[in-house]
């Protein structure tokens, strides 16, 4: 009971935390008239806008950046490389949507992946058309799928576990999936059963 309580007040603690550090992203030039309008919303009061905003022992602020923030993007989605919705205002629905699509975003890169850093790449098995490749290294990994309609991919990035595959059906449609870090170091997950396909 102890500690649910200690928890319980930890996480009280991230209002309090919140309202004394405003979210401020980049300079204000640096910003898009989109990105000024979402560092205001009061959602960026509780999930800060990037990590250098949190001090070490504010264990509150930490999980909210770890688990719903965005680092790369923001939480609406309103980064310049998102390029997302930009027809729908900054609010919470828009929060909620952009983490439905990205979810645990900052998690999968930066708590449990080593995103945008350079990984090595050991393939255990590698099969796509015509070619078979095992047992190889690359200093540099750069396969999520191998080349082909059909394909797989088993092997480690960065010496962490990852498997990728695509499944042609008919000149329509395929089937895609990949699990682990991929080569970029960020984590990742990916099923999409039937994915419409268009043959070069």
């Known amino acids: 009971m102890r500690i649910v ?8 603690n991230i209002g309090c935390s919140a ?42 602020r930490w ?33 909620l949507y952009w983490t439905c699509r990205n979810p645990l975003h900052n998690f999968c890169f930066y708590v449990i992946g080593q995103a945008y850093m350079k990984n090595s790449e050991y393939t255990l098995l590698s099969i796509s058309e015509g070619e078979k490749k095992y047992l190889s290294y690359k200093a540099e990994g750069s396969t999520v799928f191998e080349k082909g309609n059909s394909s797989f991919f088993l092997g480690f990035h960065g010496w962490k576990p990852f498997i990728a595959f695509k499944i042609q059906h008919s000149h329509s449609y395929h089937t895609e999936f990949y699990l682990g870090w991929r080569e970029r170091g960020n984590f990742g997950l990916k099923l999409i059963p039937l994915k419409s396909y268009t043959k070069p």
Not at 40 to 56: A, M
Not at 65 to 93: C, H, M, R, T, V
């Open 19 to 60: 309202c004394q550090k405003q979210a401020e992203t980049h300079p204000t030039t640096d910003m898009s008239e989109r990105e000024k309008i979402a560092s205001s919303h009061w959602l960026y009061k509780v999930i800060p806008r990037h990590r250098s905003q949190i001090e070490w022992y504010d264990i509150g």
């Open 5 to 12: 309580i200690f928890f319980l007040l930890l996480f009280l």
């Open 63 to 95: 999980t909210t950046w770890a688990l719903f923030g965005n680092d790369d993007d923001g939480i609406f989605g309103e980064g310049k490389k998102a390029n997302y919705k930009l027809q729908e205002p900054i609010s919470s629905k828009l929060a």
